[in-house]
Structures are given as C-alpha cells and as structure tokens.
C-alpha cells in the first residue's frame, strides 16, 4: 500500500469551502482513480491534509498527473490556498 500526503495552508475562514471541495472529489477519487483506496481529511491548528491511500506509489504519482487532481481538484481548491501545497508520497513496508 501507498500513501499520498498533501498538506494545504488554509486560513480557518476558508476551511469550510476547502472542506467542500474534499467532499465534491472524494467520491469520484474512490470510484475513478485507478488503485485508489482511501481518502481521508486531517484538519489540525496550523494546515489541512488530505491523506490518499493508494495500491502502489506508481498509482499515487499518476493521480498527480491526472485531470481530475490538476484542473478539477487543483483548480477548485487554488482560491482558498496560502502557500503552495507540500506534497509526499509514501510506501510502506
């Protein structure tokens, strides 16, 4: 298994709205997205993460190449981001 972390920076006031755009995408991830598994929302003081679990990390780096995380999700959440995400694929072992 294979992990996808994306931290956002995301001023309280926005939360809600990035909120929505998780809530808009999760399901198309879960049903469209070869090798996807879980996607999970991890709010805490200071950001926002969005933990993806995936079957391999090749399938983790392809949704990053993909439409629906460049123009759909990117492109949706971009209004509300401070700072540009940080983002880690991790496998594990």
């Known amino acids: 298994m294979a992990y996808l972390e994306i931290t956002l920076r995301v001023a309280p006031a926005d939360r809600v709205a990035a909120a929505g755009v998780y809530e808009k995408y999760q399901q198309p991830f879960l049903d469209a997205v070869p090798g996807a598994i879980t996607k999970e929302l991890l709010v ?14 090749a399938d983790a780096r392809a949704y990053l190449a993909s439409d629906l995380f460049t123009r759909d999700v990117a492109g949706d959440l971009s209004p509300f981001l401070q700072a540009a995400p940080e983002v880690r694929v991790y496998d594990t072992v």
């Open 44 to 57: 805490r003081d200071e950001d926002v993460q969005v933990l993806h679990g995936f079957r391999t990390t």
